[in-house]
């Protein structure tokens, strides 16, 4: 079956480490992967997207990577600050729609 | 831009009443998608439009629950009669590219 498998359980974090968050999956082959932020209360907001013949992408203190033969995305943000707490999401372009990942609770730690 | 605009914001119903959310996408986007999420089972996708016309109505979980796109500019998810496993935060989304999605605040719904 497809699914999209991102790490259920929260992850702490000490303020100014690197936050890498995981997002793997199984048979799909899609053409881009993008990554989503989502505060309490709040709809998901877009952050990045990486095409499968990408395999790095960044902006600011972001890093994305995509390993389409791993079937792979990993998630960096460098210098994390308290207000990088989030939930982030990973969604995949598959038949004409995004398929979303579960979301990864990130706490940073002052 | 003012965003996606969703309304109510919040919606409080008792089983079996008729229940209507609203959506406004960002002018000039042509692909308007609606979401359920729920702790149990995440983002789901309902139903998306593109052009004002749905493309794929799968994920509309039961024929209780209902989407129109009359226009560009206005979109409803109505639920009749509603029950309380239909309690969730309901999404609009719209999107110009069908890549990259701009999400509403969300409508939290509530079934008694």
């Known amino acids: 079956s497809q699914k999209i498998e991102q790490n259920s359980e929260a992850l702490n974090i000490q303020e100014g480490k690197t936050a890498t968050l995981t997002c793997n999956y199984t048979?799909?082959?899609?053409?881009?992967l993008q990554w989503y932020r989502q505060d309490p209360g709040r709809g998901p907001v877009f952050l990045l997207l990486?095409?499968?013949n990408e395999k790095e992408k960044r902006k600011e203190r972001l890093k994305v990577t995509f390993d389409t033969t791993l079937k792979q995305s990993l998630f960096h943000i460098t210098a994390s600050q308290p207000a990088d707490s989030a939930t982030y999401l990973c969604?995949?372009?598959?038949?004409?729609?995004?398929?979303w990942g579960a979301g990864t609770k990130l706490i940073i730690k002052p | 831009d003012a965003g996606v605009i969703q309304s109510p914001r919040h919606e409080v119903t008792e089983m079996g009443q008729e229940v209507t959310l609203r959506c406004k996408p960002i002018s000039g986007h042509n692909s308007l998608f609606w979401y359920r999420q729920t702790m149990m089972r995440g983002l789901e996708l309902l139903i998306y439009f593109n052009n004002n016309v749905p493309i794929d109505d799968s994920g509309m979980p039961e024929d209780r629950f209902s989407a129109k796109m009359p226009n560009a500019s206005f979109s409803t998810l109505k639920i009749q009669p509603s029950e309380p496993r239909d309690s969730a935060v309901y999404f609009c989304a719209s999107s110009l590219t069908s890549r990259e999605q701009f999400f509403g605040p969300g409508t939290r719904l509530t079934v008694l």
């Open positions: 969604a995949l372009w598959s038949n004409y729609q995004l398929i």
């Open positions: 990486i095409r499968e």
């Open positions: 048979n799909y082959s899609p053409a881009y």
